[in-house]
């Protein structure tokens, strides 16, 4: 079955020149790891905490890096919920967080030895899940910093200068996941991702701007949930927003397709543009064949969006065409991808 891989926004966003309006639009991009047509539901464990005879080690090694006590583990449980946050509005497959799982790992940078199979086949059997997520690793990794510059501005018609100071504070997570496919007593994934959010804060003073900043704990807690749904980013298809422009000068005919565009009436519009595909005029046929490019990509049919995108840019000479035809191509790509990851989806 075909699944639907694009929204259009009803209305035109914004003009952005004197020949082009844009639109924004939803598209599905695909997962980045592509998990078995079975698994629908997909339970997610914190593995990440260490046993109780490394729990003194790594908080005097926590001690001496100047890591937040206990921050870690904080965030790695935010790091679950922003899996489950993130998989919510997944049109593929759906998270669980099993209750009452004390499973412990090292507590380190390094991967456990995986969990037997007839512990990932409970798991996943009491919690109605295909597929077991679990997060093996996470330690996370502060920075924070200071900059000011001379600022001047007015103030009742006379220009004061002062010092503007900016403080910054990075945290990096390294969150380490193994992905367990019972049915084939497979592990279909086994990485560490590092993923990053950053804090800026500005104001007349270092300890203003410091002020401003999230504690250690906080900052670590909120990266380790950002960290949690980039990783539901990576599992599931996502939908996302993206910006596409078309021709709206040049002839009576196109401003009228505008009008058409805002109402929703795409056919409307394409029957005007495709009045011109062939005008005399190699500008306003170069317009109305990369016009006829995006009414075919909002109607799905990127193969005929890429031939027109091609006629407008090799027959017309319409240099936008260009960057749109590889903009479709990439999007043809990703649909080989989605459609194998969205396989037997209604």
Request: aromatic content about 8%; overall charge positive.
């Amino acid at each position: 079955m075909k699944i639907k891989t694009l929204v259009v926004l009803l209305i035109v966003m914004l003009t952005i020149s004197c020949k082009t309006a844009q639109i924004s639009i939803q598209v599905l991009k695909p997962a980045q790891i592509t998990l078995p047509s079975d698994v629908k539901t997909i339970a997610l464990i914190n593995r990440s905490l260490p046993d109780k005879k490394d729990r003194l080690q790594n908080i005097l090694e926590g001690a001496v890096t100047g890591e937040a006590l206990f921050a870690d583990r904080l965030g790695s449980e935010e790091c679950i919920k922003g899996v489950f946050d993130g998989l919510s509005n997944s049109p593929r497959i759906k998270g669980v967080i099993p209750g009452g799982i004390n499973i412990r790992g090292t507590g380190t940078r390094q991967f456990p030895e995986p969990l037997d199979w007839k512990t990932v086949d409970v798991i996943c059997k009491s919690n109605g899940a295909e597929a077991l997520a679990c997060l093996e690793v996470f330690d996370s990794n502060c920075s924070n910093g200071m900059t000011n510059r001379k600022v001047t501005k007015k103030e009742k018609d006379k220009e004061i200068t002062y010092t503007e100071f900016t403080a910054r504070f990075d945290v990096n997570i390294e969150s380490g996941w193994k992905i367990y496919f019972p049915a084939e007593q497979r592990i279909i994934d086994q990485k560490i991702y590092n993923d990053s959010k950053t804090w800026i804060n500005t104001s007349d003073a270092p300890k203003k701007a410091e002020q401003g900043l999230p504690m250690k704990d906080n900052a670590v807690s909120q990266s380790g949930f950002y960290a949690g749904k980039q990783f539901a980013n990576r599992i599931s298809p996502r939908w996302i927003w993206v910006n596409r422009v078309y021709f709206v000068k040049g002839i009576p005919d196109f401003e009228e397709a505008r009008r058409l565009v805002k109402i929703n009436d795409w056919k409307g519009a394409s029957e005007l543009w495709l009045k011109h595909v062939k005008d005399s005029g190699p500008k306003i046929a170069g317009y109305a064949c990369y016009n006829m490019a995006l009414a075919s990509e909002l109607d799905g049919n990127l193969e005929i969006a890429i031939d027109w995108a091609k006629k407008a840019n090799v027959d017309y000479k319409n240099k936008k065409a260009l960057n749109y035809m590889n903009t479709l191509q990439r999007r043809l790509d990703d649909q080989y991808r989605l459609d194998e990851q969205m396989k037997g989806m209604q």
